[in-house]
């Protein structure tokens, strides 16, 4: 049912807007003033409110404002009986969907209205979504089950608690950042802050004020004081991706901030106190960037205190078709589409195919496949090009038999590393001579 509110002073025109609304299939509910309509919005969910612009108590212009915040996914049309621009231009930057002159716009409200609807319960729809994402994320929002997953979400449960400094690893794409926001989020500190950043994204002078902050003057465009990242997660948690990428120098100042808990603005000569906990997390193998000085061994030693790999989705097959189907109901939700039904080919596909951009990958491939989907179902052929290749029947293997999955399998990441076959073995995780024996068991094309 869609329900809708009228706001209006005028009984006459209220019950005469009530009866056709009525007609045409919405609930209806009635306000005669604003503060009536408040306590009725705080009281019952409404897709839309047609509400008059001139009320007993407050104007409507400034009443869009306090209905959005107390149902924000609620669309608000204003009705006036005398047009003015000024008044219609605040009332879009309030929030309203839409204002318009009663009387010569009567022809407008119904359709406007189901416009309105839809769009509310679209965001009603990716605001339900988005709750299963988690804004706060938790180990519940950890899409799967296999082996691999399960050891690091009990890897993480175990250092939740506790302040110590966590290091994430694992390839690009693997879900990094959402372990950090699950960590947090369960941690003593989830009520603060969680603030994270790239550290490959910008440059060392950027960077170090981004993280440390700065004085007014420190530099050229230093205009005013600026908090820095590392204050602003003052009792939160401090979540810093690809730190394998961070300049030397500011290691060394990093590395100061974890053992004095202490740090200096640029431009600054006092200290100021630092109260976070780092969760980083790289795709590198720090140790060997350490050796080979590209990384200071010992702010590496003061990150691994916890290590936690997040294994690669090929490492997580019987996972995909979950993370698949989470991903389908997203973007049907945020296309305004309706629910997909995954095809078995469209699945098999998926799990066939290697993923070198990990979950990251999968994510775009799903959201490419809703978007091109015309009818109720994703099948095999929205998938990328790189992912059509046929399903093998060859030497009596059929397409559900676990063998036929693993030879596909194989030629896949083969091709992935232009038939270099230690490099298979590496990503594929078996021996060498495992890989050669498979290639002549499953008659393998090289």
Not at 79 to 89: E, F, P, Q, R, S
Not at 138 to 156: M, N, Q, R, T, Y
Not at 210 to 233: M, N, P, V, W
Not at 338 to 357: C, H, S, V
Request: charge should be neutral; include cysteine.
């Amino acid at each position: 049912m869609k329900n809708v509110l009228i706001i209006d002073d005028e009984e006459k025109l209220r019950n005469l807007l009530s009866r056709i609304l009525r007609s045409e299939g919405f609930e209806v509910q009635e306000a005669g003033d604003g503060k009536s309509a408040l306590k009725k919005v705080a009281q019952s969910h409404f897709d839309a409110i047609l509400c008059d612009v001139k009320l007993p108590d407050t104007s409507g212009v400034a009443l869009v404002q306090q209905l959005k915040q107390a149902s924000p996914v609620t669309e608000i049309i204003l009705l006036t009986a005398y047009g003015n621009i000024a008044d219609g231009v605040q009332a879009i930057k309030n929030g309203a969907f839409d204002y318009i002159t009663k009387g010569d716009d009567n022809e407008k409200i119904l359709p406007l209205l189901h416009r309105a609807i839809e769009k509310s319960q679209l965001q009603k729809r990716v605001q339900e979504l988005e709750k299963r994402v988690g804004n706060k994320f938790s180990f519940d929002a950890v899409i799967g089950k296999s082996k691999a997953i399960k050891e690091a979400i009990a890897l993480a449960e175990k250092v939740t608690p506790l302040d110590t400094a966590v290091l994430l690893t694992g390839e690009t794409g693997t879900g990094k950042e959402v372990f950090a926001q699950a960590i947090h989020q369960a941690s003593p500190r989830s009520g603060k802050s969680f603030v994270a950043l790239n550290c490959s994204t910008f440059s060392k002078e950027i960077l170090e004020s981004e993280l440390f902050g700065h004085k007014q003057g420190a530099f050229t465009g230093a205009l005013k004081d600026q908090k820095g990242l590392i204050e602003e997660a003052s009792g939160g948690t401090l979540f810093l991706d690809e730190i394998g990428e961070m300049p030397l120098e500011l290691q060394a100042k990093l590395l100061r901030v974890l053992e004095n808990n202490e740090f200096i603005r640029l431009g600054d000569t006092k200290p100021t106190k630092a109260n976070f906990r780092l969760i980083a997390a790289t795709n590198r193998d720090l140790k060997k960037e350490s050796e080979a000085q590209r990384f200071r061994p010992d702010l590496y030693f003061r990150l691994n205190i916890f290590e936690i790999h997040l294994p690669p989705l090929r490492e997580r097959v019987k996972d995909i078709p979950a993370l698949a189907t989470f991903f389908a109901d997203l973007f049907a939700g945020k296309t305004n589409k309706k629910t997909f039904q995954l095809t078995g080919e469209f699945l098999e596909k998926l799990q066939a195919y290697p993923w070198p951009g990990n979950i990251r990958e999968l994510k775009n491939s799903i959201e490419r496949a809703v978007i091109l989907a015309s009818g109720t179902e994703l099948t095999g052929e929205l998938l990328p090009a790189d992912m059509q290749t046929p399903v093998l029947h060859t030497n009596g293997l059929s397409a559900f038999n676990l063998a036929s999955i693993e030879k596909l399998h194989i030629q896949r990441v083969l091709n992935h590393t232009r038939n270099n076959k230690a490099e298979a073995a590496r990503l594929l995780n078996i021996g060498l001579a495992t890989l050669y024996r498979k290639i002549e068991e499953y008659g393998i094309s090289q």
